[in-house]
């Protein structure tokens, strides 16, 4: 349960005093702001603010002094001609701030992502909960035999049991050592910024999040991809979500050239012409090592 | 006169129609969204977007699920402190997206602060606009004879004279120019993106500029700075405008601590700590050199 | 001309000097060190300093001690499976310091491309040099009549020859009425940092251009292509001519799958299993634009 | 013992091998050159590249064509104006790239500086080593009573004794549970990039960070600071030793205007000139807040 009744009624207060605004306004964005979209076990994203709309990146596009839009689908068109041509200043024109709560272990991919503004709850200056991520029994894996950096087929039975078990026993008394460290209870109490060494890396932090829509989408493109790794990708299939009702356009355009989209060598645009022209192409003629190939074949099916 | 009676009803017609919408909304700004505020003979900036409020700023720092405010009181403490301890995350939790039309030559300067979104009007897209910045006669100065990026007295008479009408009569004849190679009438017509390499520096660009306010700060720091050029430092004085009615309290700080603020080194502190202990101290005993003891002096009255 | 007596003396002192590191060196950029490869009538590129090999691309994505060579074939392998699969923080760790000198116009395309380290001339502090780009005749196109931001043939006869007198006329008195306004003979001299708006945009600048491979490759791929405008064009390709002796592994799998690659869309690869399965496909049935089948049918020849 | 001896080894190979190269070259950090600096218990910092010297700030600045080098008295000069007004550029075209092995908990204070490219051992693909920072006892501090992001005094007796207790127990059998999940041996093992989420903050981690000097100045301000957390303030005290030998001038630059400079409000600008006049300033009569006088005080002594 991410969300205290406390944390519940001060969102519900927020999303009670609707204010006029002369600014761009998305109704499909104004029904997801402050609502926590539940994610894992204890994580969540909310929407804490927004900035533009698909009309936004057109009249940046077009530096216009209006609206900058002609038709929805004069907008549409242009917006697709953008990310086609990987035109990205008008998609950073859009801006969105998420409230996100996530495993300390996802939150170290996150951030990587480096252009963004981010907000971290301090556990120098506040004491962190006792929530930690425990995987559900179907996303305990076994370690890939083909991908070094992968998953592969679940754990089952006593092993299964037995990860469970540590990860559980290993939180809660980490937990227990922590709070028993910082007690000021009868004895002095270690630094805050000490005793947080102890806490595992599927503790939940959380954070504010900021981004632009260009960065959004590369982020949402290596992250909901299906080699990112499950617990971030759930996340990136979650903002995915939202941002489909924020900028359907922008987000079509993206879901057709990014998402399901595919980059080609040089090698491989040959390859091709040589298969249309009616060529048997197999590995050894194509000039790609096995790897590629056996990726250019999902590709072309 | 900047704007075309067709871009007055545009901005019109965008001030009409206010939404309602559960974001942060600051009444100040409302008023300012979409006016153009004139800046020197042919230029403004307008107000097309913005992201927060000085809560928004806490909320951030406090990474906190309702509004995060306590009272305007404490927030204003938080806002300060975090301005005094260069904590400058939450202040890039607001955002401000601007129409600013301005001379190419003042443009290169701005586009050197880096973090930031920027379109620009193409030039080899479309065709530029026959309007150059001509400086006001109380605007036309010699050359500073102590700072060598700086100005010095006005000119008079026939140099200021002949000064504006080289002015005048180049960027007229360039532009003359300009448009008859790119003519189509009984010719081919030169490239855009050739012909308006024709142009000079004082012809108007504009642009869609967004940033989020603590590298906003960072850019009025410098450039609404006594020692920035005349011509940005008035686009950076109207904007300061713009920020006071937006985050009056973080602007509040920033005025304060920035604007007003100075930087000393540990030569300088340990001089006023000797001054402040008796001593008289001369440039030839601070440790300082000329310039330094200048600025120092500056600094302490 | 590009560099003067002087200048040239100077880059030969700097060539005789080597000094013994324990750095990665690369003999093919010891060889383009300071030396000024010509672009356009007045310009260049200089290799000021670099830092890293492909060795040293292997070396951070593998965090190792040593130097992280197993052998050249391995790394080779490792650096086109990064490029392949986006993984572009081990680019990030080489680095080129440039010398460029080049018009303003391309100044301004070339800036657009915020993550680098820029130090230009100043026209605020110094006077520039009386150097104007001026078009060779095989370099003067119309207006494309198929992209609005493009340019088509070439001009001829009496209009080709008015092009040209206009540029070199109103340069050449552009920068007379500089001169006069900054004289400080027998008057008190415009600031220059007024007097540089009267110059055209083909006036040459110069400046040190700092980049990391990931962002120069970013670079290179917009600015090498055949859309962009041929006067930074032709540095895109200096460029990549000593990236490819600076980075040889890199540079090959950068030209693979970037420079002669392709993006496709979700609707493109369908449109290519569909061909490949032997099925005819047409505009009308692929589910693209126009435009969109145009440079599909570019891409699959 | 940070480095086995095949990672000696592999250090003392690349050392003893110099090539001739025309770059600048600093011997004073030649010899710093892939030598592991120990840091806390098992950290270490290793300068893996350089790029720049002080001359190469002012040619820089100087958009220069040699090496811009008039006398090292003028460079120091050129250096201490350019800090001193803020003058950022010219300071990132130098560069610098370390290995670093540092905990996680500081990893993540670490990475909060943007402006830099990382590449980390990554735990998905990796095992990780089996080290754990565990504080020396002069290191385990109470939280502080005055800072609530501070530590205090000493840890005494009993409670010092626990908490290293908990710290080197909980550790421990982490890891054991890390390897027993990940072990192939009669089961099939847990994937890596789950197993890791068991391991405590204080674990070691490593990474390339490589970073111009400009930011690398801002993040030795903040973290050299004594108000940063001591385990990320000793990296950031080897760091400067370092720099010292690299720039010298710059260094100088860097302890006199920021390390030991301070930044004064309007508001305490103008006290400090009423108190050169002969008034007597109390907190009362200042116009700062407690906090804010106190620290005032702090400035003039």
Redesign the interface.
């Known amino acids: 349960m991410p969300?205290s009744p406390e944390?519940t009624a001060?969102?519900e207060?927020?999303?009670s005093?609707?204010?006029?605004?002369?600014?761009?306004?998305v109704p499909g964005m104004?029904a997801h702001?402050?609502k926590a979209h539940d994610v894992l076990d204890h994580g969540f994203v909310r929407v804490?603010?927004?900035?533009?709309d698909d009309a936004?990146i057109c009249?940046?596009?077009r530096?216009s002094?209006?609206?900058g839009t002609k038709s929805v689908q004069n907008d549409t068109?242009l917006i697709?001609?953008l990310m086609?041509h990987?035109h990205s200043?008008?998609f950073?024109?859009c801006?969105i701030?998420l409230?996100v709560k996530l495993?300390?272990?996802v939150a170290?991919q996150w951030?990587?992502h480096?252009?963004a503004?981010?907000?971290?709850?301090?556990a120098?200056?506040s004491i962190l909960d006792r929530e930690f991520?425990i995987?559900a029994p179907e996303h305990?894996?076994?370690?890939?035999t083909v991908n070094?950096?992968?998953?592969?087929?679940l754990?089952e039975g006593e092993?299964a049991a037995?990860?469970l078990e540590?990860?559980k026993a290993?939180s809660t008394?980490?937990y227990d050592?922590y709070e028993?460290?910082?007690s000021?209870d009868g004895?002095?109490?270690?630094?805050?910024?000490?005793a947080?060494?102890?806490?595992?890396?599927?503790i939940y932090t959380?954070?504010?999040w900021?981004v632009?829509l260009h960065n959004l989408f590369h982020f949402l493109r290596?992250r909901a991809d299906a080699h990112a790794?499950y617990e971030i990708r759930v996340y990136a299939e979650e903002i995915c979500k939202i941002v489909a009702d924020w900028v359907p356009a922008a987000y079509g355009a993206f879901?057709?050239?990014r998402?399901?989209?595919?980059?080609?060598?040089?090698?491989?645009?040959d390859c091709?012409?040589r298969?249309?022209k009616g060529e048997v192409v197999t590995q050894e003629t194509s000039g790609m090592?096995k790897?590629?190939w056996r990726?250019f074949e999902g590709?072309?099916?």
Chains 1, 2, 3, 4 share one sequence.
């Open positions: 969300l944390q001060e969102i207060e927020l999303r005093t609707p204010q006029p605004t002369l600014r761009a306004t104004e702001l402050y804490i603010d927004y900035m533009g936004a009249q940046a596009a530096v002094y209006g609206k068109g697709r001609y086609r990987w200043t008008p950073e024109m801006e701030k409230h495993p300390v272990f170290r951030i990587r480096r252009t503004n981010v907000n971290e709850y301090s120098r200056y991520y995987p305990i894996n076994a370690q890939s070094n950096q992968g998953r592969g087929g754990l092993e037995r990860v540590y990860l290993d008394r980490a050592h028993e460290m910082i000021q004895q002095d109490g270690l630094a805050r910024e000490l947080r060494m102890n806490l595992p890396a599927n959380q954070w504010y900021k632009d290596l790794q879901e057709d050239y998402l399901g989209g595919a980059n080609l060598s040089a090698t491989a645009i091709i012409r298969i249309v090592s790897g590629e990726e590709v072309i099916g």
